[in-house]
């Protein structure tokens, strides 16, 4: 048995699920960390509910090692076997989602809470994206856990008046 297999036994990988907003082509190992399904879910869902762009496409997240070494681009030192990654569809998408999505991943590398590379095979272009797994559950953590009262007002009112299809500039232009 696989070490992968071995790591979604164990509950240390999960696997991801085709959604409304999250689509895969040709994705055969679907397995991720908790803390990169979250990211990769909620990322999805800013881009079809949000941002109105129709569901995110994966065309890649885990693989063996020797899986990995197939590809013509791939290393033994790559982050796919760890869970880490995932590989999100560039090709073919309309010009303001792509930049949605360029811009967005940028952002939060900015942040350094992923590391974010668009690939452009003529194969199958995509943004490897790598979660920097402690930032960005530490980060999570302090979205959780709000112990300032206005703050959790002004988030409430926000969520209330904006709605589950409000884009992220939207909630901003309530919070102001």
């Not at 496409?57 to 760890?82: E, I, M, W």
């Not at 959780?144 to 959790?152: M, S």
Request: charged share 25%.
């Amino acid at each position: 048995k696989s070490r992968l297999l071995k790591m979604v036994e164990e509950g240390t990988l999960v696997e991801l699920e085709e959604t409304a907003s999250l689509k895969f082509n040709n994705v055969t190992r679907p397995y991720v960390l908790p803390v990169t399904a979250e990211f990769i879910y909620r990322i999805a869902d800013q881009y079809n509910y949000g941002q109105k762009c129709g569901a995110l496409t994966l065309n890649g997240a885990s693989r063996d090692v020797k899986y990995q070494q197939t590809f013509s681009n791939g290393s033994k030192k790559s982050v796919h076997p760890t869970g880490m990654a995932v590989d999100i569809v560039s090709a073919g998408l309309e010009a303001r989602c792509l930049a949605w999505l360029e811009t967005t991943l940028s952002e939060i590398e900015t942040a350094k809470r992923i590391d974010a590379t668009r690939e452009t095979s003529k194969d199958a272009p995509h943004f490897h994206v790598t979660v920097a797994t402690h930032e960005y559950e530490a980060w999570l953590k302090k979205r959780r856990t709000v112990d300032n009262p206005e703050t959790d007002a002004l988030r409430t009112a926000m969520f209330y008046e904006g709605g589950p299809n409000e884009t992220v500039d939207g909630f901003r232009a309530i919070g102001w």
